[in-house]
């Protein structure tokens, strides 16, 4: 909070970065991203498929 109420209070996240990333030669090639990101939303769709089945059920 204090770092926004310092930008006064603008919500412009541009100023937040991952450091970690800051050599582009050793990030994944873009398949491999589109891919991972398709596994995990996979993942998460599965998840609420189970979410919605319990709900389903105790609303019966």
């Keep these: 909070m204090n ?3 310092e930008r006064g209070y ?3 996240i541009t100023w ?10 050793e990030l ?13 939303l996979a993942m998460v769709i599965t998840d609420l498929q189970e979410v919605v089945k319990m709900l389903e059920g105790n609303g019966s």
């Design 16 to 25: 937040l970065k991952d450091e970690s990333l800051e050599d582009s030669e």
């Design 3 to 5: 770092a926004i109420k």
């Design 28 to 40: 994944p090639e873009p398949q491999d991203l589109a891919k991972e990101a398709i596994g995990e």
């Design 10 to 12: 603008k919500l412009d």
